[in-house]
């Protein structure tokens, strides 16, 4: 079992920067690929970004080159960089981890097995 609680989110300006967290707790070793979803009420969540451990990292094409996921595996925390914000950027973030997914599967949800909570980013212009 992993547990996540994803932390940082809060009201910010278009333009503005924000640092998501996520930390796991429980059997961590399960978590060799860790994410990052959004999710606007009324929608399908959807993939943000996603890390395999030692690997390269995987983003949606809607927030690459602005967003930056990475992780610190001594702490069992993944961040989750947020530059140049837009409003269309405001929704409910979730972590999530899994076993290693294959690449093409990395944006898919039922790829994942433990879910966080989510934590509110809130873009206004």
């Known amino acids: 079992q992993v547990h996540l609680v994803e932390s940082g989110g809060r009201s910010v300006q278009t333009g503005d920067s924000l640092r998501l967290s996520c930390a796991a707790s429980g059997t961590t070793s399960r978590s060799d690929t860790m994410g990052w979803f959004r999710q606007v009420p009324g929608s399908e969540r959807e993939f943000v970004a996603a890390l395999h451990r030692g690997s390269a990292p995987y983003y949606s094409n809607s927030v690459k080159g602005r967003f930056t996921i990475s992780r610190d595996s001594a702490k069992s925390t993944v961040y989750l960089q947020m530059n140049s914000l837009k409003p269309e950027d405001t929704a409910n973030y979730y972590c999530?981890?899994?076993?290693?997914?294959?690449?093409?599967?990395?944006?898919?949800?039922?790829?994942?097995?433990?879910w966080g909570q989510g934590t509110q980013v809130t873009v206004s212009s």
């Open positions: 999530a981890s899994g076993a290693r997914i294959i690449t093409s599967s990395v944006g898919r949800r039922a790829s994942y097995d433990y």
